[in-house]
């Protein structure tokens, strides 16, 4: 069956780096959107980039452009949320997902990863 694994996770100082990982298997993803959500205590979960498996082409929320960079590694299966210059405000748990649809503007998610803790102290 279809398993995205994420890691990478854990405790940041502000203004340092995360990379997150997510391990994709179970089948091929070449015709797939893989995408990074986030949820912070009490809020809603949230967009945060997508990336077209086949083009490499990439889509971020707005307010996290410039900081933060999603790619992925074909022979690896894998994608990646390079985040930087990290605030309090990013702490959340981020959740890797895979959808046959654009995820950017509210589509449904086909497969979701079970989230890595991300926490960026003051």
């Known amino acids: 069956q279809v398993q995205l694994v994420e890691s990478g996770g854990g405790l940041v100082q502000a203004g340092g780096s995360l990379r997150l990982s997510c391990a994709a298997s179970?089948?091929?993803?070449?015709?797939?959107?893989m995408a990074w959500f986030r949820q912070a205590p009490g809020k809603e979960r949230e967009f945060v980039a997508q990336?077209?498996?086949?083009?490499?082409?990439?889509i971020y929320a707005d307010s996290l452009k410039g900081r933060f960079t999603i790619s992925r590694a074909n022979a690896k299966n894998t994608v990646y949320l390079q985040m930087n210059s990290l605030k309090p405000e990013d702490t959340a748990v981020y959740y890797c997902?895979?959808?046959?649809?654009?995820?950017?503007?509210?589509?449904?998610?086909?497969?979701w990863g079970q989230g890595t803790q991300v926490t960026v102290s003051s």
């Open positions: 990336i077209l498996w086949s083009t490499s082409s990439t």
């Open positions: 997902a895979a959808a046959q649809r654009h995820l950017a503007f509210g589509g449904r998610v086909d497969y």
């Open positions: 179970g089948r091929t993803f070449s015709g797939y959107v």
